[in-house]
């Protein structure tokens, strides 16, 4: 069974940092693009950011570019996605979900909570 | 890069059948044939309905459909069931700066 988990979500201060962890098992990491996807409470979906099967392409919503990392490691199934500089605006359920363009499966959500 | 334009809302009765559009421009929707759909039920997480405009993925049913015409692709949901109640989006790839541009969601109500 395809399965992703996200972790490492919580509470954050504005300007402050927080990573995401990604662990899929159930298919070959390696053989896929993943990507992160969030959504605000109560709002709809936003694409966050991708990175290629190969390592070799990463790509940024425009909201977040300079300030989050897409990272991943095929060794240990793993996909991270470093934020920094976090605004209040970042709130949201972060999904990590498997695809470029098109996302299949989705994992149920971390959630991150941006606030003083 | 302003994100797709859906209808915040559609209702139908069961049995009926509805239609969900989703406008963007030449540089997204009206460029490729890469607008994909999903459907979120309250409390759940989404799950894909429709990609490459027409594909269905494997045990989704055949109520679903997508088609595309120039900048607007569209979602029909054939034979309405209370179990289609939830929110659906579009997404498109993009030729700007932002990969993916993702609509606003569209509420369907099965009255």
């Known amino acids: 069974e395809v399965q992703l988990l996200e972790s490492g979500g919580g509470l954050a201060q504005p300007g402050g940092s927080l990573r995401l962890t990604c662990t899929v098992s159930?298919?070959?990491?390696?053989?896929?693009?993943m990507t992160w996807v969030r959504q605000a409470p109560g709002k709809g979906l936003e694409w966050v950011s991708g990175?290629?099967?190969?390592?070799?392409?990463?790509n940024y919503a425009d909201s977040v570019r300079g300030r989050f990392t897409i990272s991943r490691d095929n060794s240990k199934n793993t996909v991270s996605l470093e934020m920094n500089s976090l605004r209040v605006e970042d709130t949201a359920v972060y999904f990590c979900?498997?695809?470029?363009?098109?996302?299949?499966?989705w994992g149920q959500g971390t959630l991150v909570v941006v606030s003083s | 890069q302003s994100a797709l334009t859906q209808p915040a809302s559609v209702s139908g009765s069961p049995g009926q059948s509805i239609t969900i559009s989703c406008t963007g421009t030449?540089?997204?929707?009206?460029?490729?044939?890469?607008v994909s759909w999903y459907q979120q039920r309250p409390g759940e997480v989404p799950k894909l309905i429709i990609f490459?405009?027409?594909r269905r993925p494997s045990g989704v049913s055949r109520r679903f459909s997508g088609s595309k015409s120039g900048s607007t692709a569209s979602l029909t949901i054939s034979g309405l069931q209370f179990e289609d109640e939830a929110d659906y989006y579009c997404?498109?790839?993009?030729?700007?700066?932002?990969?993916?541009?993702f609509g606003g969601g569209t509420r369907l109500t099965v009255l």
């Open positions: 990175i290629s099967a190969d390592v070799t392409t990463t």
């Open positions: 159930g298919f070959a990491l390696g053989s896929y693009a």
């Open positions: 979900v498997r695809g470029r363009l098109w996302f299949d499966p």
């Open positions: 997404n498109s790839f993009s030729g700007g700066s932002t990969l993916v541009l």
């Open positions: 030449s540089s997204d929707i009206g460029g490729n044939d890469l």
């Open positions: 490459q405009v027409t």
